[in-house]
């Protein structure tokens, strides 16, 4: 079983519509959950950055972390076609044993939105 | 306030030769993370470095992997004796002494 896993999908949506973004983990150590959006042929860019359970909002990005379910979520409001890319969710256990803050990443949803 | 800076942005070498990768951190980052990019594959951790030292080298291969960061200049990953399996995106991404990490715009390596 993967420590992170993450729905590949394609997702398509039209533009507009409120889009989720999911992954679920088994290590209940994490702590520091990301969201990285990647463009086809470029690096990750950071989205969102959080910390234990709740909410955080960032424009049109809300990322929720609910750690009794080890389940977090990103939601995108009236999407656009440059949303179009692959998202990544990443954590990380700041106390484990090598306590280095190595990222671990779900394998990353591709999300089409339609003009 | 220039990102993480990586070069080359492509590398096309023949099995056998060595492939040297480098990496800039942000300004003001101490440390620096390589991660590879498998195709259809999520990022998978392969060193943690900070200025001459090896913190985490958890995910490199065993053998002919290895990556340093010295005093001045950037941080290098060097793959020796390539195989075609050694084919994939290679980012390196940086941080502060936080968890935020910035990634570079990663070096694609092809082996022929």
């Known amino acids: 079983q993967k420590e992170v896993e993450q729905d590949p999908g394609p997702l398509s949506v039209p533009e507009g519509a409120i889009v989720s973004l999911n992954c679920t983990y088994s290590?209940?150590?994490?702590?520091?959950f990301m969201w990285y959006r990647q463009y086809s042929r470029k690096g990750p860019e950071l989205l969102m950055y959080?910390?234990?359970?709740g909410n955080k909002e960032d424009g049109r990005f809300t990322a929720q972390v609910d750690k009794s379910s080890k389940y977090i979520s990103l939601f995108i409001r009236d999407s656009q076609p440059s949303d179009s890319a692959t998202y990544l969710c990443a954590m990380t256990d700041p106390h484990g044993s090598s306590n280095t803050g190595k990222l671990i990443f779900g394998q990353g949803t591709t999300l089409q939105v339609k003009p | 306030n220039a990102g993480v800076m990586q070069n080359p942005r492509h590398l096309v070498r023949r099995r056998g030769q060595e492939a040297r990768l480098r990496c800039s951190p942000m300004k003001g980052h101490s440390h620096v993370y390589w991660y590879r990019q498998l195709p259809e594959e999520g990022l998978k951790f392969m060193v943690y470095l900070q200025k001459e030292n090896i913190i985490d080298e958890s995910g490199m291969p065993k053998e002919r992997f290895s990556a340093e960061f010295p005093k001045e200049g950037p941080s290098i990953l060097r793959i020796q004796q390539v195989v075609r399996g050694d084919s994939a995106a290679y980012f390196c991404a940086s941080s502060r002494r936080d968890n935020e990490q910035f990634f570079g715009p990663g070096t694609r390596l092809t082996v022929l």
């Open positions: 290590n209940s150590a994490f702590q520091y």
């Open positions: 959080t910390y234990s359970s």
